[in-house]
T-cell receptor, first 112, second 113 residues
């Protein structure tokens, strides 16, 4: 158990819908990262927050957005969902900006 | 764009054989991290290398960071079935202050008992 929690574990929805994935980092970790993992794309970095502020952006679509709240938990919002958005979404946290990352168990999103 | 290439994509070995995966970046990295993901699991941090030419060992695993800080390797001696999984390298770009890791595509290791 990494100490990072993600909810829900599984999510099945339809194209065009909007979903919210939630992540609680390890106690004391200020950085939160979001990744998308699909079979053909590997592990893709989406976005990073540090102490409530966005610090780095990766291959995140405009239909996706995220935020980190004052209590340091984070949410990833995915809207206008497409079939290709089906993937495993991981949240990770770290103490600082360049430290080892601890991954949560992931949320498996299926878009039908 | 910034890329970290990892080879091979797949490796099948007999238990007891050695295994090596290689990671190459198109740009200089400030550090490199290695993660292991078991089937159905999440990536788990193994190690971080920071210095040019650094070599670190964890039991049967040996990690190296190249002199130019553009490549790295993970070598497993005498593989065991517990080594099965996908090994990812992840590099932090030297000018990036946000701790953004660029992950390689991973090497999936299968071990035949």
């Amino acid at each position: 158990d990494s100490g990072v929690t993600q909810t829900p574990k599984h999510l099945i929805t339809a194209t065009g819908q909007r979903v919210t994935l939630r992540c609680s980092p390890r106690s004391g970790d200020l950085s939160v990262y979001w990744y998308q993992q699909s079979l053909d794309q590997g592990l893709q970095f989406l976005i990073q927050y540090y102490n409530g502020e966005e610090r780095a952006k990766g291959n995140i679509l405009e239909r996706f957005s995220a935020q980190q709240f004052p209590d340091l938990h984070s949410e990833l919002n995915l809207s206008s969902l497409e079939l290709g958005d089906s993937a495993l979404y991981f949240c990770a946290s770290s103490v600082g900006l360049l430290n080892e990352q601890f991954f949560g168990p992931g949320t498996r999103l299926t878009v039908l | 764009g910034q890329q970290v290439m990892q080879i091979p994509q797949y490796q099948h070995v007999q238990e007891g054989e050695d295994f090596t995966t290689y990671c190459n970046s198109s740009t200089t990295l400030s550090n490199i991290q290695w993660y292991k993901q078991r089937p159905g699991g999440h990536p788990v941090f193994l190690i971080q290398l920071v210095k040019s030419g650094e070599v670190k060992k964890q039991k049967r695993l040996t990690f190296q960071f190249g002199e130019a800080k553009k490549n790295s390797s993970l070598h497993i001696t005498a593989t065991q079935t517990t080594d099965v999984g996908t090994y990812f390298c992840a590099g932090t770009l030297i000018y990036n202050q946000g701790g953004k890791l660029i992950f390689g595509q991973g090497t999936e290791l299968s071990v035949k008992p």
